[in-house]
Each structure stands twice: as structure tokens, then as C-alpha cells.
């Protein structure tokens, strides 16, 4: 942690390559919150900022995860098109790769406030384009630029971080959190619950238009941290666009974006041995290989990857941590909905469907909140609660048809605990590193690497998912329906009828009888029951990763102290260089 101080000499740092003295971090701000101007934290500017990050975070999962469950409906709608799988690409390649640049970019250039106005001015154009979107295409173009919004409206980690003490850094997160239950915990019943209302789904993104616009407004009102003028005194914008790394930019960008595409592209709009997902797998996997290696052996004077943050083992652990952790959520993110629609919905209304898809994302938010409030011997916890989150993930292959109270317990218990390790880790990834004024570039660092690893465990767990029902489908389901008396010409006009759920499918199945219905509907449940069971296993693996790098994890009560590493602009003004550190 840097100490605090008020003198305004310009921190320099040695590049290792040139030898020479380079301004990169700038002024440090670091205070004591005793040394605050009286009511800093009640102040209009505090608040405002608290209240523009918690709600553009709850905007920023909005702006996929409110449409998400309800896909289907708007292809329906507006479709049918065979790239609706783009919505959700076009939001994580550009969410996944603009992390990073937010988080550099914000700490080199004019500091965090036109990242976060013009961030969620984006968004909000982004939904205003959803919102009126004739067809699936013009959705996608939407989802580009709400991902590309969602950048700086998810990189609450240090932005919170640095305007509050560090010892309330879990606190602070937590707060950001509570503003996701609308728009994470709770989305699938809200989603839902617009499909049915006269609006229909595009009152989901009126919804979001408005929050956007609200956030926007309180981002340019009250977030007002150190200009570029005062992080740098002696230096021109000039100066650090011309020694930007162009090079490492373009080669992080395109890496992440043609290998992340390479493996969403994998089992769903091309085959796993098709040139297009190979080719663009390690052409992707090459880009970032190349940027690495650029970023360590190149003479850099900012580097968009500052290479001694790798060095840093603790934090390095941290982030692993936090990948794996978002690897779990996303894993019942996506197969849990899948398996309440399968197993359990059956029998049950449109909106029963609805309430129980909200029960894993509900169960994260819940271990968010609790463990904000233990944050001594973080090492401690990190290793309780990844290895129990751990064993309610797996206990979930038990689930049957027959045990859907069962199976939403072990979900929510194990999306609870793998919560509490989200919030251990998401804070500490800000506290570990060495310097404070490397947040933003640390954070945002962290955060590619979280949804990189994350979509590599998505990945797998939605190939294996597809491969076992191609197996366990033929292997139940036709059999069952000959037994009961279907003719075997119907079998595939009852798979049909299966996955389009409408009277008119069940009516265009020759020979079809209640009995016959019943039997290949309880076949096709147990078929995707083995086929989830296998998923749930392979989650063992990752998680073992996860429960071997705990040991690692660490005890930062030592770095819990009452700094604040930057003081918003108000009444009480932050000193220029030549006011001799003096406040006004």
C-alpha cells in the first residue's frame, strides 16, 4: 500500500529498458480519512458517485442478462435468424476485451470520468437501438454497443475501491452488488414477466434506457476525481498518446476476440474440426502469445500490460481464484435454467418457471453479501468456502427428475459459497497490489483474465452437455416411445414437438397417445438427466484447480487500513502542483 501523503512531486519510475526516468503512474493521492475535508463521505459528490456505481453495474448485467432468458421469445418475435447467438457473442467479446482497456487507459490518460460518462452514454444508445430493433441483426449491433458500454459499467472493483478506505472495500462491494438483484437474481422473473405484459420484451430494454440515461447523468453530476492536469503536472496528453502502446493494443484486442470467438463459434454455428473454428482458435491463441511476448521483451515506456504485475503471486492466485469462482457461476448460469425448463417445468405455469431459474444467480448475490462482512483471514475463507462450494456443485449429478427441492438447494448453496469466495476475491485483487495507482490497470487486467478463463469452463461444460444428449437422447428416448405403442416413423416428429412445446407440434405427431406422450416425455427427462450428471462431474476439475490454488490465496489484514486512494473534486478542492501541497 502507499503511505499517504500530500507532497506534489511527480512520482517517477525507471524503465528497465531505457534507463531512464519515465512519468507513467503520476501523483499519488493516497490520504488517511482522518485528513478528508469534514463530511467528505456525506458529501453530494460521495454519494452521487456511490449511486452512479451501483446502478451502472446493475445497468452493465442488465444489458445481457435481462434479455438472456428470453431469447427464444424475441427470435420469435423478430426472427427467425440463424445468428441469434451473436447477442450474446457481441456482448462478451466486447465486455471481455474492453476491461482491460478501461482499467490502463483510465489510470495512464484523463483519469476515470469520461471512461464511466461516455461508458454508460453507450450503453444507453445501445439500448435505445434494442429497443427498436426491427430484426435479430440490429439487436446484435445493439448488444456491441451495450458490451462495449458494460466495459466501464462492470469495473466497479476500482472505482469503488479507490474512493473508499481499504478496510471497507468489502463493504463497498457489496454495495455495488445489491444493485445487480433486479437485473441478475432476479432477472429471469422480471424477463419473464415482460414477455407477458402488454410492452413485451422490448420493455426490457425501455427499462434499461432509463436507468442508462439516470446513471449517465449522475456519473457527469458527481463523479469528479484528480484530472489528467493534476496525475500528471509536468506532462502533456500529447506525450502519452505518442509512447501508447499501439502494438500490444492491437494484439490483445484481436487475441482475445478471434480466440474467445474461435471457441463460442465451437458446437453451435460451426462443427469443433471445421476450419473456421481452428483457424480462428489459434490465430486468437498466436495474437495473445505474440502480445506477451511483446509486452515482456519490448522497450515500453507504458506498456498496455505492465509485466511486474504477473510477478506478483499473490495477486496472480487472486485472479485465479476469481476466474474459477465466475467459471462456477456461469456454469449454473447456463446449464441450470436448461434443466428447470427439462426436468422440472413440466406441469408447472409459465412463471414458476421463471422464479425457479432466478434461484443460482439469487444464491451468488446472497454469498456476496454475507461474506463482505468477514474480511479478517481472507485466506482462511477462500479456502472454506471454494472447497464447499465446491461439493454442492458436484452433489448436483444426484439430481433426477424426481428432485427438483433437492436440486435448488444444492444450487443455491453452491452458488452462495462460491459468491462469498467472488467477493473475497474481486476485493482483494485490489488490495494486493503493490501499488494503488495501478488499480484501474490491475483490476482491469483481471477482469479479461476472469472472462477469458470462465468462457474456456463454459466452453467445456456446454460441449460436454451436447455431447452426452446426442448419446443418451437415442439412446432412452426411442426406445421408450416404441414400447409404449409410437410408431417409429413419429419418433423424430415427437423430438420435434418436444423442443418447440406448442399443441400444434404434439398434433402433428401420427399415433400419438397420452400414454406414449408421458413415457417419451419421462425418457427425454432422464436422457437429460445423465447428460447434466456428467456436466456436474466435470466440474470437479476445475474446482480442484480452484481448491489446490486456495492454499495459495492471501491474508491481506495487514493492508487493511484507512487510506483512500483518490479524493473527489467538491467544495474542498485537491491541490494543484503549484499550490506546494497545500489545500485550499
Known amino acids: 500500500m502507499a503511505t499517504p501523503k500530500n507532497e506534489t512531486d511527480i512520482i517517477e519510475v525507471l524503465d528497465p529498458h531505457t534507463s531512464s526516468n519515465v512519468e507513467v503512474l503520476g501523483r499519488d493521492f493516497t490520504l488517511a480519512d482522518s485528513e478528508l475535508p469534514k463530511g467528505y463521505f456525506t458529501s453530494a459528490n460521495f454519494l452521487g458517485s456511490m449511486f452512479a456505481i451501483g446502478a451502472s453495474f446493475g445497468c452493465g448485467v442488465g444489458g445481457f442478462g435481462l434479455a438472456a432468458p428470453v431469447l427464444s421469445f424475441i427470435n420469435a418475435d423478430i426472427g427467425p435468424d440463424a445468428n441469434l447467438s451473436w447477442v450474446s457473442l457481441a456482448y462478451l467479446l466486447t465486455n471481455s476485451v474492453g476491461l482491460m482497456l478501461v482499467g490502463r487507459l483510465s489510470d495512464l490518460f484523463v483519469g476515470r470520468r469520461w471512461f464511466f460518462i461516455g461508458g454508460n452514454a453507450l450503453a444507453t444508445l ?3 437501438v434494442a429497443a427498436v430493433a426491427p430484426n435479430v441483426p440490429t439487436l446484435i449491433a445493439a448488444e456491441v454497443l451495450i458490451g462495449l458500454g458494460a466495459a466501464s459499467q462492470l469495473s466497479y472493483a476500482f472505482v469503488v475501491g479507490e474512493l473508499v478506505p481499504t478496510t471497507h472495500r468489502f463493504i463497498a462491494q457489496a454495495w455495488v452488488f445489491a444493485w445487480a438483484i433486479p437485473s441478475s437474481g432476479l432477472a429471469p422473473a422480471i424477463s419473464y414477466a415482460f414477455v407477458q405484459s402488454n410492452v413485451g420484451w422490448r420493455g426490457i430494454f425501455y427499462l434499461l434506457i432509463a436507468l442508462n440515461a439516470a446513471t449517465t447523468l449522475a456519473w457527469f453530476l458527481f463523479y469528479k476525481p484528480p484530472t489528467f492536469h493534476q496525475k500528471h503536472a509536468s506532462s502533456r496528453k500529447s506525450l502519452f498518446l505518442a509512447h501508447f502502446d499501439y502494438i500490444g493494443t492491437l494484439l490483445f484486442t484481436l487475441g ?61 492466485v487472486t485472479v485465479l481464484l476469481w476466474a474459477l469462482g465466475a467459471a462456477v457461476y456461469y456454469a449454473l448460469a447456463i446449464i441450470w435454467p436448461s434443466m428447470v425448463a427439462t426436468l422440472y417445468s413440466p406441469g408447472h405455469g409459465f412463471m414458476w418457471a421463471g422464479w425457479m431459474s432466478c434461484i443460482s444467480n439469487s444464491g451468488i448475490l446472497f454469498g456476496e453479501f454475507v461474506g463482505a462482512f468477514f474480511k479478517r483471514r481472507t485466506d482462511v475463507q477462500i479456502k472454506v468456502v471454494f472447497f464447499i462450494g465446491s461439493v454442492f456443485l458436484a452433489a448436483m449429478a444426484a439430481s433426477t427428475p424426481d428432485t427438483p427441492i433437492m436440486a435448488a438447494v444444492f444450487v443455491f448453496l453452491a452458488a452462495a459459497f462460491i459468491g462469498w469466495n467472488e467477493i473475497l476475491n474481486s476485493t482483494v485483487a485490489t488490495i494486493v497490489i503493490n501499488d494503488q495507482r495501478e488499480i484501474g490497470t490491475a483490476t482491469g487486467i483481471a477482469g479479461s483474465a476472469r472472462s477469458f478463463i470462465s468462457t474456456i469452463c463454459s466452453t467445456v461444460y456446454t460441449v ?40 400444434a407440434a404434439w398434433a402433428a405427431v401420427n399415433g400419438l397417445s397420452a400414454e406414449s406422450q408421458a413415457a417419451g416425455v419421462r425418457a427425454y427427462q432422464e436422457a437429460n438427466a445423465e447428460a447434466y450428471k456428467t ?19 492471501p491474508n491481506v489484514d495487514a493492508l487493511l487500513t484507512r487510506d483512500v486512494v483518490v479524493q473527489l473534486r467538491g467544495r474542498e478542492r485537491i491541490p494543484a502542483p503549484d499550490d506546494g501541497g497545500q489545500k485550499a
Open 464 to 503: 460436454i452437455l451436447s455431447n452426452r444428449l446426442a448419446a443418451t437422447i437415442p439412446a432412452r428416448v426411442p426406445p421408450a416411445l416404441i414400447a409404449a405403442g409410437l410408431p417409429s416413423s413419429s419418433v423424430a416428429s415427437f423430438l420435434s414437438a418436444l423442443t418447440l412445446g406448442t399443441p
Open 535 to 553: 456436466v456436474f462431474l466435470s466440474t470437479i476439475a476445475f474446482c480442484g484447480v480452484g481448491i489446490l490454488a486456495s492454499f495459495w490465496a
Open 256 to 316: 482475445l476476440l478471434l480466440f474467445l470467438m474461435g471457441l463460442s463459434w465451437g458446437g453451435t454455428l460451426h462443427s469443433w474440426a471445421s476450419a473456421n473454428v481452428i483457424a480462428t482458435i489459434l490465430v486468437g491463441f498466436a495474437c495473445l502469445a505474440g502480445f506477451f511476448l511483446y509486452e515482456s521483451y519490448a522497450r515500453l515506456k507504458e506498456p498496455l500490460l505492465p509485466v511486474h504485475l504477473l510477478r506478483n503471486v499473490p495477486w496472480d
Open 126 to 128: 445501445g439500448c435505445i
